[in-house]
Protein backbone atom coordinates (compact mmCIF):
# COMPACT_ATOMS: atom_id res chain seq x y z
CA UNK A 1 0.00 0.00 0.00
CA UNK A 2 0.95 3.37 -0.90
CA UNK A 3 0.55 6.32 1.90
CA UNK A 4 -0.43 9.89 -0.35
CA UNK A 5 0.26 12.55 1.59
CA UNK A 6 -1.12 16.01 0.55
CA UNK A 7 0.46 19.61 1.80
CA UNK A 8 -0.16 23.26 1.55
CA UNK A 9 2.20 25.53 2.96
CA UNK A 10 3.86 22.84 5.13
CA UNK A 11 0.24 21.94 6.72
CA UNK A 12 -1.02 18.18 5.61
CA UNK A 13 -3.95 18.33 4.45
CA UNK A 14 -5.16 15.12 2.80
CA UNK A 15 -4.40 11.84 3.39
CA UNK A 16 -5.05 8.14 1.76
CA UNK A 17 -4.41 4.94 0.72
CA UNK A 18 -3.46 3.50 -2.68
CA UNK A 19 -3.22 0.07 -3.85
CA UNK A 20 0.73 -0.48 -4.36
CA UNK A 21 1.53 -0.85 -8.00
CA UNK A 22 -1.80 1.42 -9.26
CA UNK A 23 -1.00 4.11 -11.32
CA UNK A 24 -0.90 8.05 -9.97
CA UNK A 25 -1.43 11.10 -10.94
CA UNK A 26 -0.58 14.55 -9.22
CA UNK A 27 -1.86 16.60 -11.81
CA UNK A 28 1.19 18.49 -12.12
CA UNK A 29 1.64 19.43 -8.44
CA UNK A 30 5.63 18.57 -7.32
CA UNK A 31 5.49 14.98 -6.02
CA UNK A 32 8.07 13.28 -3.42
CA UNK A 33 8.66 10.13 -3.38
CA UNK A 34 9.91 8.36 -0.05
CA UNK A 35 11.25 5.51 0.27
CA UNK A 36 12.84 3.07 3.50
CA UNK A 37 10.03 3.84 5.47
CA UNK A 38 9.74 1.18 8.31
CA UNK A 39 5.94 -0.16 8.70
CA UNK A 40 5.65 0.14 12.06
CA UNK A 41 7.50 3.73 11.98
CA UNK A 42 4.80 4.81 9.32
CA UNK A 43 1.95 3.51 11.78
CA UNK A 44 3.54 5.47 14.50
CA UNK A 45 3.04 8.85 12.27
CA UNK A 46 -0.52 8.19 11.49
CA UNK A 47 -1.58 7.40 14.83
CA UNK A 48 -0.42 10.51 15.80
CA UNK A 49 -1.88 12.34 13.33
CA UNK A 50 -5.43 10.50 13.87
CA UNK A 51 -5.46 12.33 17.41
CA UNK A 52 -5.06 15.46 16.66
CA UNK A 53 -7.58 17.59 17.96
CA UNK A 54 -10.27 18.81 16.57
CA UNK A 55 -9.87 22.50 16.22
CA UNK A 56 -6.56 21.80 14.87
CA UNK A 57 -5.01 23.30 11.59
CA UNK A 58 -4.84 18.96 10.13
CA UNK A 59 -8.11 18.24 11.11
CA UNK A 60 -9.32 17.13 7.80
CA UNK A 61 -6.13 14.23 7.69
CA UNK A 62 -7.43 12.79 10.60
CA UNK A 63 -10.02 10.91 9.06
CA UNK A 64 -7.71 9.70 6.20
CA UNK A 65 -5.17 8.51 8.49
CA UNK A 66 -7.62 6.40 10.29
CA UNK A 67 -8.77 4.90 7.07
CA UNK A 68 -5.00 4.27 6.42
CA UNK A 69 -4.23 2.69 9.43
CA UNK A 70 -7.18 0.55 9.18
CA UNK A 71 -5.54 -0.56 5.78
CA UNK A 72 -2.25 -0.72 7.22
CA UNK A 73 -0.42 -4.05 6.56
CA UNK A 74 1.28 -4.07 10.16
CA UNK A 75 -0.21 -5.65 13.44
CA UNK A 76 1.17 -2.52 14.57
CA UNK A 77 -1.75 -0.69 13.34
CA UNK A 78 -4.50 -2.76 15.65
CA UNK A 79 -2.35 -1.75 18.29
CA UNK A 80 -2.73 1.90 17.26
CA UNK A 81 -6.66 2.29 16.71
CA UNK A 82 -7.23 0.05 20.44
CA UNK A 83 -5.16 2.77 22.07
CA UNK A 84 -7.51 5.63 19.64
CA UNK A 85 -10.78 4.20 21.06
CA UNK A 86 -9.14 3.94 24.71
CA UNK A 87 -11.28 6.19 27.23
CA UNK A 88 -8.86 8.56 27.49
CA UNK A 89 -9.69 10.03 23.90
CA UNK A 90 -12.66 12.31 22.33
CA UNK A 91 -15.65 10.75 22.26
CA UNK A 92 -15.74 10.74 18.03
CA UNK A 93 -11.90 9.76 17.99
CA UNK A 94 -13.31 6.62 19.71
CA UNK A 95 -16.19 5.80 17.71
CA UNK A 96 -14.72 6.08 14.48
CA UNK A 97 -11.74 4.12 15.81
CA UNK A 98 -13.87 0.88 17.00
CA UNK A 99 -15.80 1.16 13.36
CA UNK A 100 -12.35 0.50 11.89
CA UNK A 101 -11.39 -2.02 14.13
CA UNK A 102 -14.80 -4.01 13.46
CA UNK A 103 -14.35 -3.40 9.58
CA UNK A 104 -11.11 -3.96 8.59
CA UNK A 105 -9.33 -5.76 11.66
CA UNK A 106 -10.46 -8.83 11.28
CA UNK A 107 -10.32 -11.19 14.53
CA UNK A 108 -7.58 -8.66 15.69
CA UNK A 109 -9.94 -5.99 16.11
CA UNK A 110 -13.22 -8.52 17.27
CA UNK A 111 -10.75 -9.17 20.53
CA UNK A 112 -10.01 -5.83 21.02
CA UNK A 113 -14.18 -4.93 20.48
CA UNK A 114 -14.63 -7.71 23.16
CA UNK A 115 -12.75 -5.80 25.43
CA UNK A 116 -14.55 -2.45 24.96
CA UNK A 117 -17.53 -4.10 25.12
CA UNK A 118 -16.96 -5.11 28.92
CA UNK A 119 -15.15 -1.81 30.36
CA UNK A 120 -17.29 0.69 28.42
CA UNK A 121 -19.33 2.40 30.67
CA UNK A 122 -21.45 4.66 27.92
CA UNK A 123 -24.58 2.78 27.04
CA UNK A 124 -24.04 4.98 23.71
CA UNK A 125 -20.75 4.12 22.47
CA UNK A 126 -21.97 0.24 23.53
CA UNK A 127 -25.24 1.06 20.98
CA UNK A 128 -22.39 1.75 18.01
CA UNK A 129 -20.25 -1.03 19.34
CA UNK A 130 -22.88 -3.53 18.18
CA UNK A 131 -22.62 -2.36 15.01
CA UNK A 132 -19.19 -2.49 14.88
CA UNK A 133 -19.36 -6.36 15.80
CA UNK A 134 -21.94 -6.64 13.10
CA UNK A 135 -19.44 -5.88 10.22
CA UNK A 136 -16.39 -7.45 11.69
CA UNK A 137 -15.66 -10.85 9.76
CA UNK A 138 -14.75 -13.04 12.67
CA UNK A 139 -17.82 -15.62 13.24
CA UNK A 140 -17.11 -14.89 16.92
CA UNK A 141 -18.83 -11.27 16.62
CA UNK A 142 -22.47 -13.56 16.17
CA UNK A 143 -21.73 -14.90 19.35
CA UNK A 144 -21.08 -11.77 20.80
CA UNK A 145 -24.11 -9.72 19.72
CA UNK A 146 -26.03 -12.84 20.73
CA UNK A 147 -24.26 -12.26 24.43
CA UNK A 148 -25.13 -8.30 24.21
CA UNK A 149 -28.97 -8.93 23.02
CA UNK A 150 -29.38 -11.12 25.96
CA UNK A 151 -27.75 -9.84 28.96
CA UNK A 152 -26.60 -6.03 28.35
CA UNK A 153 -27.84 -3.67 31.29
CA UNK A 154 -29.39 -1.08 28.63
CA UNK A 155 -32.52 -1.30 26.55
CA UNK A 156 -31.19 0.54 23.89
CA UNK A 157 -28.15 -1.63 23.32
CA UNK A 158 -30.13 -4.78 23.89
CA UNK A 159 -32.15 -3.50 20.85
CA UNK A 160 -29.03 -2.20 19.08
CA UNK A 161 -28.01 -5.84 19.15
CA UNK A 162 -31.02 -7.58 18.00
CA UNK A 163 -31.53 -5.19 15.10
CA UNK A 164 -27.64 -6.07 13.91
CA UNK A 165 -28.20 -10.03 14.73
CA UNK A 166 -31.08 -9.75 11.96
CA UNK A 167 -29.13 -7.85 9.39
CA UNK A 168 -25.99 -10.49 10.07
CA UNK A 169 -26.47 -13.45 11.49
CA UNK A 170 -30.08 -14.72 9.40
CA UNK A 171 -31.30 -18.22 10.63
CA UNK A 172 -29.38 -18.24 13.04
CA UNK A 173 -30.37 -14.89 15.01
CA UNK A 174 -34.13 -16.12 14.71
CA UNK A 175 -34.42 -17.75 17.75
CA UNK A 176 -32.71 -15.24 20.11
CA UNK A 177 -34.79 -12.63 18.31
CA UNK A 178 -38.15 -14.68 19.15
CA UNK A 179 -37.09 -15.25 23.19
CA UNK A 180 -36.29 -11.30 23.20
CA UNK A 181 -39.64 -10.71 21.93
CA UNK A 182 -41.38 -13.06 24.49
CA UNK A 183 -39.13 -12.29 27.72
CA UNK A 184 -37.09 -9.71 27.81
CA UNK A 185 -38.80 -6.85 30.27
CA UNK A 186 -38.80 -3.68 28.12
CA UNK A 187 -41.61 -2.90 25.74
CA UNK A 188 -39.26 -0.73 23.31
CA UNK A 189 -36.40 -4.16 23.01
CA UNK A 190 -39.59 -6.10 22.48
CA UNK A 191 -40.79 -4.27 19.46
CA UNK A 192 -37.39 -3.86 17.64
CA UNK A 193 -37.10 -7.25 18.10
CA UNK A 194 -40.17 -7.52 16.03
CA UNK A 195 -39.07 -4.89 13.66
CA UNK A 196 -35.57 -7.43 13.50
CA UNK A 197 -37.97 -10.17 12.41
CA UNK A 198 -38.65 -8.24 9.57
CA UNK A 199 -34.81 -7.81 8.40
CA UNK A 200 -34.84 -11.45 8.27
CA UNK A 201 -34.78 -13.26 4.77
CA UNK A 202 -38.27 -13.23 4.05
CA UNK A 203 -38.55 -17.26 4.06
CA UNK A 204 -37.43 -16.72 8.08
CA UNK A 205 -38.83 -13.19 9.08
CA UNK A 206 -42.27 -13.89 7.64
CA UNK A 207 -43.48 -17.17 9.03
CA UNK A 208 -42.31 -15.64 12.63
CA UNK A 209 -44.01 -12.59 12.21
CA UNK A 210 -47.10 -14.45 11.19
CA UNK A 211 -46.69 -16.95 14.11
CA UNK A 212 -45.93 -13.69 16.76
CA UNK A 213 -49.06 -11.98 15.31
CA UNK A 214 -51.40 -15.27 16.09
CA UNK A 215 -50.23 -15.94 19.15
CA UNK A 216 -48.44 -13.15 21.58
CA UNK A 217 -50.08 -12.74 24.62
CA UNK A 218 -49.65 -8.77 24.01
CA UNK A 219 -51.85 -7.04 21.78
CA UNK A 220 -49.45 -4.18 21.46
CA UNK A 221 -46.89 -6.45 19.71
CA UNK A 222 -49.00 -8.66 18.15
CA UNK A 223 -50.27 -5.07 16.40
CA UNK A 224 -46.50 -4.71 15.69
CA UNK A 225 -45.89 -7.91 13.75
CA UNK A 226 -49.00 -7.23 11.59
CA UNK A 227 -48.05 -3.89 10.73
CA UNK A 228 -44.58 -5.33 9.52
CA UNK A 229 -45.80 -8.29 7.54
CA UNK A 230 -47.98 -5.44 5.77
CA UNK A 231 -44.70 -3.46 5.01
CA UNK A 232 -43.03 -6.95 3.71
CA UNK A 233 -45.21 -6.80 0.59
CA UNK A 234 -44.79 -10.67 0.27
CA UNK A 235 -47.83 -12.73 -0.79
CA UNK A 236 -47.88 -15.02 2.16
CA UNK A 237 -48.19 -12.15 4.21
CA UNK A 238 -50.84 -10.74 1.82
CA UNK A 239 -53.01 -13.76 2.15
CA UNK A 240 -52.67 -14.09 5.99
CA UNK A 241 -53.78 -10.48 6.47
CA UNK A 242 -56.85 -11.22 3.64
CA UNK A 243 -57.23 -14.11 6.44
CA UNK A 244 -57.56 -12.14 9.64
CA UNK A 245 -59.94 -9.67 7.69
CA UNK A 246 -62.47 -12.18 7.03
CA UNK A 247 -62.18 -14.21 10.62
Excluded at 105 to 117: M, S, T, Y
Aim: with cysteine.
Amino acid sequence: MYVLLRLDHGVIGKIRPANAGCRLNASGIAFTWLTGVRPDDSVAFLAKLAARPEDSLDKRAAEGALVTLAMHASPAATTALASLSEPSNPARLREKSAFWLGAERGHEGFRVLQGLLIKEQDPKLREKLAFDLSINSDPAAIEELLKMAHSDASPEVRGQAIFWLAQKAGKKAGASIIDAIENDSDMQVKRKAVFALSQLPKDEGIPKLMHVADSNSNPAIRKEAIFWLGQSKDPRALEYLEAILKR
